[in-house]
């Protein structure tokens, strides 16, 4: 009866996990739709809807830490309860940085808009979009291996990133006008960039849960980074 | 018998942390300096170094893992493991950004210098590397109290990286050869704010320590932060 409860317990705290990357997944998406269509009252709710996502860190912490704390569970017991409290910290930063590109979005003052730089961080947006969705997939499924592919992804995050940083670049020294602007799409192209690299920190929190082992997946390209 | 290795396990983990908090700070520092007098040998030096930092966060992981599998220990305890486990993530990342300030150093080809927007981020560098120290004494201490007044000296790293952003907007703007070299000191401004909101983590880390209890601290500065 008493494991009984502890597997019931375990499972609680994957879908709660699950579900707090589902509300962050949500919240990256609205807030870059906010910023891409100047919609600031789409960008006021991700700010306010930010605190559920911290207050479901706090309260996977809590479980986590009565789990261990009562249960003293064995060691791939032990090794899931401890993958929630590590990679919770990574959605809750997710969820900061959409954070922050809906800030952006509310100090944007009627500025010149730059069609082709904002085309460029949609699609970077729906590519960031797709791994979110797809770690989340694979951490369900425990899938090692395509965690393993989805960290490899990241790569062409990185590629959108330095394309963002040239043109805004190109575009202050060619109009001035467009330098406030631009300072903007350089800041939502750094956010969503590290959103990449948390979903490469998931990727590994996976390999370890299968494995045990800490691994660094694609640090050669975090090297190649401009943020 | 058991009981004392299991309390020199415990110390012996906290100096380690302590230590990977010294190396951070170092970090830090040098990445600031060869920012400011362009030095990119130094700059290589925090690139390279930062594979110690990582190594020491997984070998905190492991003997923090290891310690709870093997020594069930009890809540007071587990929660000084607890706190190592996260609170090391936040190291970590502190020093993924010194290795960025020190990647924008090796950017640098001969830019316009901006001798005033330098100055205030080198003081703004000296302030946050006063509270990364004060922050790793806190915690040596187990003083809640000091971790509550470092967490509100946040506000002053993010007055300065307000007055930062706001300098390198005009000069861009009066300037259009200062383009690039402004991008850079707005992204080292940028990272410097994120260590400050780091070391606001550890200090709720510390509160947690003593009382068990997750709060947020300063959580109103972060929403006028810019970054």
């Given at each position: 009866m008493?494991?009984?409860?502890?597997?019931?317990?375990?499972?609680?705290?994957?879908?709660?996990?699950?579900?707090?990357?589902?509300?962050?997944?949500?919240?990256?998406?609205?807030?870059?739709?906010?910023?891409?269509?100047?919609?600031k009252?789409?960008?006021?709710?991700?700010?306010?809807?930010?605190?559920?996502?911290?207050?479901?860190?706090?309260?996977?912490?809590?479980?986590?830490?009565?789990?261990?704390?009562?249960?003293?569970?064995?060691?791939?017991d032990?090794?899931?309860?401890?993958?929630?409290?590590?990679?919770?910290?990574?959605l809750?930063?997710?969820?900061?940085h959409?954070?922050?590109?809906?800030k952006?979005?509310?100090?944007?003052?009627?500025?010149?808009?730059?069609?082709?730089?904002?085309?460029?961080?949609a699609e970077?947006?729906?590519?960031?979009?797709?791994?979110v969705?797809?770690?989340?997939?694979?951490?369900?499924?425990?899938?090692m291996?395509?965690?393993?592919?989805?960290?490899?992804e990241?790569k062409?995050i990185?590629?959108?990133?330095?394309k963002?940083?040239?043109?805004c670049l190109?575009?202050?020294?060619?109009?001035?006008d467009t330098?406030?602007?631009?300072m903007?799409?350089?800041?939502?192209?750094?956010?969503?960039?590290?959103?990449?690299?948390?979903?490469?920190?998931?990727?590994e929190?996976?390999v370890?849960?299968?494995?045990?082992?800490?691994?660094?997946?694609?640090?050669?390209?975090?090297?190649?980074?401009?943020?």
């Amino acid at each position: 009866m008493f494991r009984r409860n502890f597997e019931d317990e375990l499972n609680d705290l994957h879908v709660r996990f699950s579900e707090m990357g589902m509300m962050v997944n949500e919240a990256i998406y609205k807030s870059v739709n906010a910023f891409i269509n100047h919609d600031k009252t789409l960008a006021k709710e991700v700010i306010e809807a930010d605190a559920r996502i911290n207050q479901r860190e706090v309260d996977l912490e809590k479980r986590s830490f009565e789990m261990i704390a009562l249960q003293q569970p064995v060691t791939g017991d032990l090794r899931m309860i401890v993958t929630v409290m590590k990679a919770s910290s990574d959605l809750e930063r997710m969820g900061d940085h959409a954070v922050s590109i809906a800030k952006s979005t509310i100090r944007v003052k009627g500025n010149v808009r730059v069609p082709e730089i904002e085309q460029t961080l949609a699609e970077m947006a729906t590519k960031v979009k797709q791994m979110v969705e797809e770690v989340l997939d694979a951490y369900v499924k425990a899938d090692m291996k395509r965690a393993r592919e989805i960290a490899l992804e990241d790569k062409n995050i990185d590629a959108f990133s330095g394309k963002v940083y040239k043109m805004c670049l190109k575009q202050m020294q060619s109009d001035p006008d467009t330098i406030v602007g631009s300072m903007d799409y350089m800041l939502v192209d750094s956010y969503l960039e590290r959103i990449g690299d948390y979903v490469t920190n998931i990727c590994e929190w996976i390999v370890y849960l299968e494995t045990g082992k800490l691994v660094e997946l694609n640090a050669n390209a975090k090297e190649d980074n401009i943020f």
